[in-house]
Nanobody, 123 residues
Framework: QVQLVESGGGLVQPGGSLRLSCAAS????????MGWYRQAPGKQRELVAL???????NYADSVKGRFTIVRDNAKNMAYLQMNSLKPEDTAVYYC?????????????????WGQGTQVTVSS
């Protein structure tokens, strides 16, 4: 099986910083991309940041210049450094990964999700 485990969420004051971590483990042959999504109450889940195996990144306009995604390919991990946090950043943050697994010598690529970690920005 494949598991994604997030950590690093919590309560922080506006203007503060948090770093989220995501670790992928299990029967992994390759990871094409890893990213972070978030979902606030009453809103759709949205992409926050994404990094491919080649290091190409995408960011939501709302977090550009404040958030940075970093991937450690050797450790199958991704990090989201969040600076200058705002109350509007409050959400459950989910790690996502496009992971390839070998099934009878056939490569299957599927999206996997972590359990989510709560980030609350409030004074």
């Amino acid at each position: 099986q494949v598991q994604l485990v997030e950590s690093g969420g919590g309560l922080v004051q506006p203007g503060g910083s948090l770093r989220l971590s995501c670790a992928a483990s299990g029967s992994i042959f390759s990871i094409r991309a890893m990213g972070w999504y978030r979902q606030a109450p009453g809103k759709q889940r949205e992409l926050v940041a994404l990094v491919t195996s080649g290091g190409v990144t995408n960011y939501a306009d709302s977090v550009k210049g404040r958030f940075t995604i970093v991937r450690d390919n050797a450790k199958n991990m991704a990090y989201l450094q969040m600076n200058s946090l705002k109350p509007e950043d409050t959400a459950v943050y989910y790690c996502n990964a496009l992971i390839g697994r070998l099934n009878l010598d056939v490569l299957e690529e599927l999206d996997y999700w972590g359990q989510g970690t709560q980030v609350t920005v409030s004074s």
